[in-house]
């Protein structure tokens, strides 16, 4: 292994944790990288020895993104009782989280006893903020694993989340009253007299829930990250499920706003 002159060699320690241990050889290139303790080389790590490491972490991170616990065995080995251990807490878990959904509906069962035609575009709101929510927990979890950003970026990454989800509601959200205006006009569905305040409701409300979806999925890994939770944690059914509480509650907070009046 050739070192520059201007740089002290690249080493280890008998506790360094296999993730960092494979960043290091990635970072710099390296085909072996020694173990040193108290200045004694006990020996050396070879890319070789490392790749099984590297892929036992991603799957480990890909099945916790999943919304489960890691395998410890391939799929196919795996008993029947230890897969729905493995599959059964987490959604359990997230399954009781999704009642909150219903809570948040059951607030607002008054308006929509009023406007029923809000109930149609619930699961369009309902997974367009989830969509961008896992959107953000994607990046920033694989940009915290290859140490691209830190825990002290965070506000970094709210800077640039907050316009781009701004961006991309505005996107979905013409794209929706295009949708409501085009089906109006062409008469495949009658949305009453006051279809243009719906279209505007739908639209308004893409753009606050692409947002929030947006700022709040890329900020839970490094809660997590604080706390001392692996960020991969931060899994697209959890991401979704708290995007859908919150994004019925803001798609009823403008429909009360907007539709206040008229419908409501």
Not at 171 to 183: D, E, N, P, Q, S
Request: hydrophobic content about 50%; charged content about 15%.
């Amino acid at each position: 292994m050739t070192v520059a002159p201007d740089r002290a060699p690249v080493t280890v320690t008998p506790l360094t944790d296999r993730e960092t241990l494979a960043q290091t050889i990635s970072k710099y290139d390296l085909l072996a990288v020694p173990v040193v303790d108290h200045g004694k080389i006990l020996g050396i790590v070879t890319i070789d020895d490392i790749i099984d490491t590297m892929i036992e972490e991603t799957t480990e991170d890909a099945h916790r993104f999943g919304g489960m616990e890691a395998l410890d065995e391939p799929y196919m080995k795996m008993s029947f009782l230890a897969m729905i251990r493995k599959r059964g807490g987490w959604l359990c878990a997230l399954f009781i989280s999704e009642m909150l959904t219903a809570n948040a509906m059951q607030s607002y069962e008054g308006e929509l006893e009023k406007a029923i035609v809000l109930t149609l575009f619930i699961p369009l709101i309902m997974s367009s903020g989830g969509n961008s929510g896992s959107q953000a927990t994607s990046l920033v979890i694989r940009a915290l694993a290859l140490r691209e950003i830190g825990l002290g970026d965070w506000w970094r990454v709210a800077l640039r989340e907050l316009p781009t989800g701004l961006v991309l509601g505005a996107m979905l959200g013409v794209v929706g009253i295009c949708r409501i205006a085009l089906w109006q006009y062409m008469g495949f569905y009658d949305y009453g007299p006051h279809w243009p305040l719906i279209a505007t409701t739908v639209g308004t409300a893409l753009v606050g829930i692409v947002t929030f979806g947006s700022l709040s999925g890329s900020m839970l890994p490094f809660a997590l990250k604080r706390i001392g939770f692996d960020p991969a944690s931060a899994s697209a059914p959890f991401v979704a499920t708290l995007v859908d509480v919150t994004g019925l509650v803001i798609y009823f907070s403008v429909a009360l706003v907007i539709l206040r009046g008229t419908l409501l």
